[in-house]
């Protein structure tokens, strides 16, 4: 096995118990925020788009599938923090009065 | 002379063992790890209200200093596509993000998900096109994971946010031999997917590949009804966040497989969550088609039981209550009553009247949906009850209000062993002092099956739309 796929291979399975143990203590109440806020984190996927589309292979089809990959994930991005934070704002506990 | 070639050849030499990818700079490695430390971060500080919006602010810095540290790449050399791509995401999402109303969160969810694995199956694509025969086979293993888990769910979440935006039928959709035929299409997709592997010069194999893929998406969610969405959505988030994952292994960058394996994991655990709270397998979900039942006929059960109410009357009964539970289900959220029933709340503890709300995890379309909804309505979010909590609650309240909830709260589930939901965990509303059952007809639910609880001594049916008939008890109890 390469070493770089032993390492990544160490790696998801660590992050993946991590993901599992984090997770579970989340209140139910906040498992829609929950499933926006992982969705934009695994939007980091944009930094793959833009080390491959900014490589520039001189194959325009390289730069057309990255440039849309760049567009989706960043979307992904902004709208998944975006949207995250406009929901949890709502929470709140007893008025102030 | 020799000597001053030497190094020049070794690189020449050495690079033809490399990977594709050039060694990334020591800063760009601490800054990705800092955020994949952040990351962590964020989802920990997302385990209570209090904390949560910390927990934003963490992925948000990670994300930037990720994305800026990336374009500082030596290998990053064409910035012009980046910044369109860029402007054009911002002005899309900006809009889709602040905009939406609460209702309609579960299919922008669903969208989001489409995006971030089009995105990821769009990058495997092209890593394929860019390098194609050259890569090792774990890599192509690797684009063979992403662009399935990619394609499908891209798909597959398109369907699931057309079906919850009621553009497609929401109704579960069935076809003879449905089951093998997605079945077909999914062994044919790793079929081909295996002969990307195999064969990666060969020109046709990976079109057919994506093509199959996606169609399976599709084939994949069709079949499912809008009651079972909130595991779907579930199994979908944790499907984007595998191809993330994935993607992290072709472009072997781990602060990509931190980030979707994250998603993954949660994703995963949702669904279990989803499953559980319905009595039912992932298997059974996916490729179950919704039982004809063998539920006794709503004419025996309902048959000079009903009693129904109107708005003086439920006014009246919560006059004389201490405490009051209130159950909300789907019915709510189309019937846009949340903030109705957030003046009612109001109402009611001005009255010195205790109200709590009992949510079953499956009420709505996503998981925590009513919670989204129920707190944009202001309601503090120590009044919303997990169903495990407020359920030993129910038999010391007056009265209890359903309003759009049905399956979740049928009694059937718990007494009948006989019932198609036999074994579902529901919120035992008929506990209580008295129940209000607020709902149009009585249609059955998404299970299809009467509910005892409609004609049960202690129930009172209110026929109303569940926003109108909250407003119209709000103006009779003010007259009191």
């Not at chain 2, 899309?92 to 209702?103: S, V």
């Not at chain 2, 890569?135 to 888990?149: D, H, K, Q």
């Not at chain 2, 409609?454 to 009172?460: D, G």
Request: aromatic content about 8%; some cysteine.
């Amino acid at each position: 096995m390469n070493p770089s796929l032993e390492s990544n291979l160490f790696v998801f399975a660590l992050a993946a118990f991590l993901g599992y143990e984090v997770v579970r203590r989340v209140s139910p109440q906040l498992h829609t925020p929950l499933m926006s806020l992982t969705n934009a984190i695994s939007a980091i996927s944009v930094v793959g788009a833009i080390a491959v589309t900014g490589a520039g292979h001189n194959t325009t089809m390289v730069v057309v599938l990255g440039t849309i990959a760049v567009t989706a994930s960043m979307i992904n991005v902004v709208g998944g923090f975006l949207m995250t934070d406009r929901m949890l704002k709502m929470f709140k506990k007893r008025k102030s009065q | 002379m020799i000597s001053s070639y030497l190094p020049v050849s070794i690189i020449a030499a050495t690079a033809k063992f490399l990977p594709h990818r050039q060694v990334m700079p020591a800063y760009v490695i601490l800054i990705y790890l800092a955020a994949a430390m952040l990351f962590a971060l964020s989802l920990k500080w997302l385990s209570s209200p209090k904390t949560a919006r910390w927990g934003v602010l963490a992925g948000e810095i990670g994300m930037a200093a990720a994305i800026i540290a990336t374009l500082f790449l030596p290998e990053v050399r064409h910035y012009d596509w980046i910044f369109i791509a860029f402007a054009i995401a911002i002005a899309a999402a900006l809009p889709m993000a602040l905009l939406i109303p609460m209702t309609a969160v579960p299919q922008q969810i669903a969208l989001f998900h489409a995006f971030g694995a089009l995105a990821a199956a769009l990058v495997g694509t092209a890593e394929y096109y860019a390098h194609g025969a050259s890569l090792g086979t774990s890599t192509l293993v690797a684009i063979g994971f992403e662009s399935l888990l990619g394609y499908l769910t891209f798909t597959g979440s398109l369907v699931a946010a057309g079906k919850l935006q009621e553009i497609l039928p929401t109704q579960p959709m069935n076809y003879p031999f449905q089951n093998v035929a997605s079945i077909s299409v999914l062994g044919a997709s790793i079929i081909a997917g295996a002969m990307v592997v195999v064969i990666p010069a060969n020109p046709l194999v990976f079109p057919i590949f994506i093509a199959l893929c996606l169609l399976f998406g599709v084939m994949l969610i069709l079949p499912i009804g809008g009651g079972d969405m909130p595991t779907v959505i579930a199994l979908l988030n944790s499907y984007a966040g595998l191809s993330a994952s994935a993607m992290g292994f072709v472009l072997n960058n781990k602060l990509l497989i931190i980030g979707g394996a994250l998603e993954g994991s949660s994703g995963f655990i949702l669904a279990m969550i989803m499953c559980k709270a319905m009595n039912r397998s992932f298997i059974n979900v996916l490729f179950g088609q919704v039982q004809a039942g063998k539920a006794a006929k709503s004419d025996d059960i309902y048959g000079g039981n009903i009693k129904s109410v109107n708005a003086e009357e439920v006014a009246a009964i919560l006059d004389g209550a201490r405490r009051v539970a209130i159950v909300p289900g789907y019915g709510l959220a189309v019937a846009q009553a949340q903030h109705a029933v957030g003046q009612l709340f109001e109402l009611l503890e001005s009255r010195s009247v205790d109200v709590q709300f009992g949510i079953h995890p499956v009420a709505g379309r996503m998981p925590g949906h009513m919670n989204v909804l129920l707190a944009e309505a202001n309601i503090p979010y120590d009044h919303l009850m997990e169903m495990d909590r407020i359920n030993p609650e129910f038999e010391n309240m007056d009265v209890v209000i359903v309003n759009g909830a049905n399956d979740v709260v049928n009694p059937d589930a718990r007494d009948n062993p006989n019932s198609p939901i036999a074994g579902m965990p529901i919120l035992n509303v008929d506990k209580a002092g008295t129940v209000i059952v607020i709902k149009r007809s009585l249609s059955s639910g998404f299970a299809g099956i009467p509910n005892p609880l409609f004609a049960a001594k202690n129930c009172l049916m209110y026929f109303a739309d569940g926003k109108k008939a909250v407003l119209d008890i709000i103006a009779e109890l003010e007259k009191l």
